[in-house]
């Protein structure tokens, strides 16, 4: 008979909205294994992006290299302009073997129009 282990975790690919998104961040800011992940280009997240966010160029040549080297445990919300991009990152996240990975639906566009604040920084 087979035994379920408690250590196997879900996995999570979830698109969430913005409102959920803050709620996400409020919750978790201040944990280790949490990271926002931005993958719009250097330009779009100098203009402004997520209090804390990590940019990994979507279109960068190695961008799926980059992925590989994050930790797979670790829980990610990634964003992009509109959404398209950071879909489209989750897919490669989940092939990849991440565990735990959120969309924000409409992206940065999205999140501003919340009215959620954004950094230069």
């Known amino acids: 008979m087979a035994e379920s282990s408690e250590n196997e975790k879900e996995l999570i690919f979830r698109n969430i909205s913005p409102?959920?998104?803050y709620e996400l961040i409020g919750n978790v800011q201040a944990v280790p294994d949490f990271?926002?992940?931005d993958v719009r280009t250097p330009k779009e997240f100098t203009n402004g992006h997520i209090e804390g966010a990590?940019?990994?160029?979507y279109h960068g040549?190695?961008?799926t290299e980059e992925l590989e080297k994050l930790e797979?445990?670790?829980?990610?919300l990634i964003c992009c302009g509109?959404?398209?991009?950071a879909s489209k990152a989750m897919t490669i996240m989940q092939e990849l073997g991440?565990?735990?990975v959120y969309n924000i639906l409409g992206?940065?566009?999205m999140w501003k129009g919340s009215g959620y604040p954004l950094t230069e920084e």
């Open 19 to 21: 409102e959920e998104a």
């Open 35 to 37: 990271v926002i992940l």
């Open 54 to 57: 990590v940019n990994i160029d």
């Open 61 to 63: 040549q190695n961008f």
């Open 72 to 76: 797979k445990e670790t829980k990610y």
């Open 82 to 85: 509109s959404g398209v991009r």
């Open 98 to 100: 991440y565990m735990e």
């Open 107 to 109: 992206g940065i566009r």
